[in-house]
Nanobody, 126 residues
Framework: QVQLVESGGGLVQAGGSLRLSCAAS????????MGWFRQAPGKEREFVAS????????YYADSVKGRFTISRDNTKNTVYLQMNSLKPEDTAVYYC???????????????????WGKGTLVTVSS
């Protein structure tokens, strides 16, 4: 059974940084693409970043490009999201997700993900 557990959320001032972590278990982590999504109050869940099983493939939403970095450590079964220059509009619950098929191209859509964590709240104050 695939399990994803996020951590690292919290309250930060605008301009600050946070690093989110997502620990995965239940299958061979290194074979699957991973992604981060977020959902702000009253809004739909949206894509933030994704990374392929081969770490050379990374994708970002335009709204976070240049500020956020996704990475993974296959020895620790963990994917990270380094968030710099945070803005109040980054406030949301951040979710880790992964695909169902191995060795796939990282998806940028919620429908392309098969497994989800419970999320971690990031609040950016102005």
């Amino acid at each position: 059974q695939v399990q994803l557990v996020e951590s690292g959320g919290g309250l930060v001032q605008a301009g600050g940084s946070l690093r989110l972590s997502c620990a995965a278990s239940g299958r061979t982590f290194s074979m699957y693409a991973m992604g981060w999504f977020r959902q702000a109050p009253g809004k739909e869940r949206e894509f933030v970043a994704s990374i392929g099983w081969s770490v050379s493939n990374t994708y970002y939403a335009d709204s976070v490009k240049g500020r956020f970095t996704i990475s993974r450590d296959n020895t620790k079964n963990t994917v990270y999201l380094q968030m710099n220059s945070l803005k109040p509009e980054d406030t949301a619950v951040y979710y880790c997700a992964t695909e169902g098929k191995p060795f796939g191209v990282p998806t940028t859509t919620t429908g392309g993900m098969n497994y989800w964590g419970k999320g971690t709240l990031v609040t950016v104050s102005s």
